[in-house]
């Protein structure tokens, strides 16, 4: 394949203010940078689809967590699926696909830690979701940190976010009850009537969540894989089983918080039931990625593990617009900005 | 040894009034009742120590919890050490000295759950603190639910008491740092010089308990065992190192609150730092309780595990104001009522 032309220039976002709440538009700025030039041992990578994920909401903050802040006027961070443009390393060719942490922006570099991607085992998108760090996720989430046992019933909120809907999924896998919480009777249906869990419950439809948990979940809950923390993880808290283990992956609602939220206190709840909480980062389990990538490879190849995107068009210039609807849950799967066009010649699917 | 005279009535406590708050005097009753007889299979127990444990303010509420409730008119729950009085079964002579859940109450009658007690070990009290459940507790709760390693800075609320000095000690045993919590200057002078926990932190001293705690943890808390949650427990959060393993076993700060109370919630800080919490309670190791208690038997004998008992004179009337302090830590060590005398000859220690 001939290499593609590739411009001098490219758009970017950076962060250009840090914001106390709800991010807004103002807090990025969209500038043109350089297309760096790859050295010795590098690659020259052009970004296809840019994923949106709530962790970056948590970068943005000045406060030193498992991964470094960003500073004011440096590029967003982030997952891309991209094509080799340029290549200095033995290990890629150009038009090679790759995924890589290149941030949001258009071009970027990287030293040999790109991952090669298969374009004929799914389309190229999903090693940003179910075949990407949201799917490992999902399968190290529930598996190490809610070790479900078959007759449990899991329940998983944001479940049909891009991890969510892979929790459920391999919850049924493993012989469980799948009980998702979404929002929306749209998103539910999804949950219940595509993907296959048992149940949904919508957070959004009012009335007492506690009480519509528990008829969704008559035995109680067995694992729970928590993405959002706050009210919603409060009503799961309540209909624990004895003996639950709570995954404990994210927190949307209290990303946009200026102030720490306060909930109830129930440490007794936690003794009587004898219930285990976990966090977790996905990277915890890095040794264990090359496996658990293979395994849900098969599980997508037969069709065992279904997946829905959101991908938004635009180009790169959309991406702050999509990451703040993302955090207010108006995302639809697992959100990527298309930042370019897929190669010529992939397969179809 | 000849049964003593055994009178034909004795001396109870019954729940009264179910407190909404604190609770005081009148919502228990003293009452005459009559001594039961053994039935066939059974033993009369004459109490000698009865045990004060927080555990017993949760009966009192009228909520299902991993214990039945107490009603109204019932005698409270507790174990008691006594001297067998009466016996129609085998394993169990006149004058054996044994540890069995009878209540507050002078006498009654068991039906071979009795646990029997060797009086030459130690002093037969101590069958209600370090050689009973407070010990197992601790023992329990600190190596299965927090996971020591060598090196690990443990930490445990309610330090002085009936558990925590026994967590501090096996934490010393385990090659951990052990710091504690506890309320006034005896209190933390007698963890640090008498107990040898490297630090004791006195919650009551007034200031920043997140800083003083930093200061007595420079290298962060790896192992948190909490009896009293609430905001001391915050204090204790906010220093916890990555993967820190927090093993609940009470919330002594929770048990009087007429309402739920509220905290901060951080979901994002347990992710962050990869925090595991575990709720248990000693008789999930029910099996593996002879093991421990010989394991502690041995410790205690050897002069490695110290202890302070705080018993409290007057008979079974008195249980009711020594339970009241307890909850408000007025107590100094394994809190107990003596309820009757020792028989004469046991060994002296």
Chains 1, 2 share one sequence.
């Not at 709800?22 to 760096?36: A, K, M, T």
């Not at 991908?311 to 703040?324: C, H, L, N, Q």
């Amino acid at each position: 394949m001939a290499p593609a032309t590739i411009p001098k220039t490219q758009r970017r976002v950076v962060l250009a203010n840090r914001p106390a709440g709800e991010p807004s538009g103002q807090d990025f700025r969209v500038e043109d940078g350089p297309v760096p030039e790859p050295g010795p041992g590098q690659i020259l990578v052009r970004a296809i689809y840019l994923s949106l994920d709530p962790y970056m909401r948590g970068r943005m903050r000045d406060v030193v967590s498992y991964a470094p802040v960003v500073q004011i006027g440096e590029v967003m961070p982030g997952g891309i699926v991209g094509e080799v443009m340029k290549s200095n390393h033995p290990n890629y060719a150009v038009g090679d696909i790759v995924e890589e942490r290149l941030g949001w922006q258009e071009y970027g570099v990287s030293s040999g830690t790109a991952r090669k991607i298969d374009p004929t085992l799914a389309p190229i998108s999903t090693a940003n979701g179910i075949l990407g760090m949201p799917g490992l996720t999902a399968y190290f989430g529930l598996l190490e940190a809610g070790q479900p046992k078959p007759g449990d019933t899991v329940v998983v909120s944001a479940a049909s976010g891009a991890v969510g809907q892979v929790v459920g999924q391999i919850a049924k896998l493993a012989g469980c009850r799948a009980v998702g919480i979404a929002g929306g009777p749209k998103k539910c249906a999804f949950v219940k009537d595509e993907l296959g869990f048992d149940a949904c419950v919508d957070y959004k439809a009012g009335g007492d969540l506690t009480a519509a948990l528990k008829a969704a979940c008559p035995d109680s809950i067995d694992v729970y894989f928590d993405n959002v923390g706050g009210p919603v993880t409060d009503a799961v808290f309540a209909n624990l089983n004895f003996w639950a283990r709570v995954a404990i992956c994210g927190s949307i609602s209290q990303y946009n918080t200026a102030e720490t939220e306060f909930g109830p206190r129930t440490p007794g709840f936690f003794v009587g039931r004898r219930v285990t909480t976990r966090g977790f980062i996905v990277s915890d389990f890095l040794t264990r990625f090359p496996f658990a990538m293979a395994r849900l490879g098969g599980w997508v190849r037969s069709g065992k593990l279904k997946y829905r995107e959101d991908i938004v068009d635009g180009g790169i210039s959309k991406a702050p617009e999509a990451f703040i609807g993302l955090l207010k849950g108006d995302n639809f799967g697992k959100r990527q900005v298309r930042v370019g066009p897929e190669p010529a010649g992939l397969p179809k699917f």
